[in-house]
Structures are given as C-alpha cells and as structure tokens.
C-alpha cells in the first residue's frame, strides 16, 4: 500500500542504527587560517554543512557573534558556502507537480537553513497571512543570507559569496553541533517533518553506503531491514518522507520494524489523541494508551504504532486504506480503540 507519512519510521529506526541515538551534526565557519591579532581574514570564511535539518538563521548569527567577539572585522575573500556532503537533485523526482512551491516539499540540501523555506506574506481572501515558500538554489540563498548577516554585524566581505567545496586543510574556527538523532527524530514523527526525513535519508545513505543521496539512503534502509529479518513483501521506496505516491509498503513490514525496535522508537511518537500529528484523533478505550505516527495523501489514510492492551500489554500495530470512499481515519481510530480492549 502508500503509506504516506508512516513511512518515516523506516527511515527513523535506520538512521537510529546506522548513526546512533547521539548522533550531531555539525556545521562550521572555517578558513585557510586562524582569525589573525589584526581581525583580517586574508582568505575566503568557508560555511561548511553536514546536512543538519535543525538550522536556523538565528544559529548562524550566534556563529557570527562568535567570530566578531574573536576579533574578526574583514574577510578579504568570499562567503563560500560547502554543500558537498550530500549530493542528489534538490527535490524528489518522485513527487507529483502538485506539491511544488508548498512548504513541506522543501528542497534537500547539505546546507539546509530555516528548513529550506522562506517566509513570505500573501493576501489569501483578501487577508495578508504569513506563508512558507521553499527556497530556490539553497546553497546560494544561503551565502547571500550569511553574507547580509556578515555586513550587518560589522564583519563585511570584500567580495560576492560563492558556492564551492572547502579545501581539506581549513581551520575551524566556530562549530555548531545539533540536539542529538533522537531528538531531531522525535520532532519530525510528533509533527511529520517531511524536511527532516529526505535529510536523515542521505545522511544515512552517505554513513551506511558511501553514497550520500536518496539511491543510497533506500539500499541503507533495505540492507537494514534485510539484516533484521523484516519481512518487506513488495517493497518500494521512492524518498524518505513518504511524499512520493508511487511508495509501496506491506503493513507487516511497519508492524514486525515497531515490534523489533520498540527500545528505540516507542517514546519518540506522539501519543494518540493528545500531542503532535494525533492532537484531534478521538480515541476512547485507547486514549492514552496509543504512540503512533500516522499517514496522509489523498486517497490514502495511515497509522501505526503502539498500543498498550487491556489483557496482553503493548501490541504493535499498521493500518494502511487506501483508495477507501469511506472514512478511513474513523475506522482506523476504532480499530485501535478495539485493539486496547483485547
């Protein structure tokens, strides 16, 4: 079936295995140089990703702020942003036409800031709301941003930022590490990050395979599920967020991966009916007794997760519909609500 948004716990319990729970990532300002008495860089300042999908433009003016109170005051060189650690196009070919220019199918980047949206303000019915558009060539917005950010903090640039691979020999000079794996992950299954996911997928596909792109993040995801013995009957992967409609999972493969690796995901998920994506789900029998991810796109209903029984403690479950006339949401929530009384 499409799983839809479900399918991040694939990507999730992955990524878990192949980085670890404490996992960071880490991006730099660094230069051919430390920052000499005089305050003058003589070279180019390196902004250097690893594909961190937590970064926001406030952290990078705290990086700033670091180099200013280090006694940086020029740069006679560029801003040159580092994109290299991932590769892979911007956005999903997978994905229909009908997802392009919405926040929550953000480009992928090595470089990825403010989760690769822009906000803009639009007049929606005649009323002027604050929306999200995904940015256009990340990289390049990015050095332009940083450069704004230099000249405004009294550090300017002499020449125009640039995108390019950091020579090896650099020196860092200000490292930002990211909240661990489990907290990036956690966040991205309460609200459905899709951002989150497409980054962990090349991130683990460049750990497990060498190849940091979605081709690589897919085999790392079957090579791990292969390893555990999780049935995967059918299986096909398109990206990491389950965005693309063309995803193909069996519900025994989400149910035996949440069985096996309960340890590790069962507090990440929101619980039923109280926080995150399952906020308004109205669970009854089971309220309170439900983790799960749960799973939309049109024609297609999701959910799976824990849940703690009555008689036989906790189960874990995957309920896919798709294509229902019905309403798939109440009969799954009823199901679940069943289940707990088992």
Known sequence: MAPASVQKLVVAATALDALGPAYRYHTVFAAGEAIPQNGELGGDLWLIGSGDPSLQSA????????????????????????????????????????????????PTSAISLDGDTIESHQAIAGVEQRVWIPMQDVPRYVGQRVNGMLRQSGVPAEKPPEVGAAPL??????????????????????????HYAEQLLRTVGEE???AANDAGG??????????????EPALRLYDGSGLSPQNRVAAITLARLLYDDQPSLYMLLPRGGREGTLEDYPFTTALGRVRAKSGHLSDVSAL?????????????????????????DTAIVRAVDRLATF
């Open 59 to 106: 952290d990078l003016r705290n990086g700033i702020g670091m180099l200013r109170r280090l006694g940086l005051h020029r740069i006679a060189g560029s801003v040159i942003v580092d994109d290299t650690t991932l590769s892979g196009p911007a956005l999903n070919p997978h994905w229909t036409t009908d997802d392009n220019g919405q926040d929550y199918a953000a």
């Open 169 to 194: 020999e650099s020196v860092v000079l200000w490292d930002h590490r990211s909240a661990p794996l489990q907290a990036l992950e956690s966040h991205m299954l309460y609200v459905s990050d899709n």
């Open 208 to 210: 497990a395979t060498g």
């Open 218 to 231: 897919i085999a790392a995801e079957q090579q791990f599920l292969a390893r555990r013995g999780i049935p």
């Open 304 to 328: 799976a997760g824990y849940v703690t029984t009555t008689g036989h403690g906790r189960v874990a479950f995957a309920f896919l519909v798709d294509g229902s006339p019905g309403d798939p």
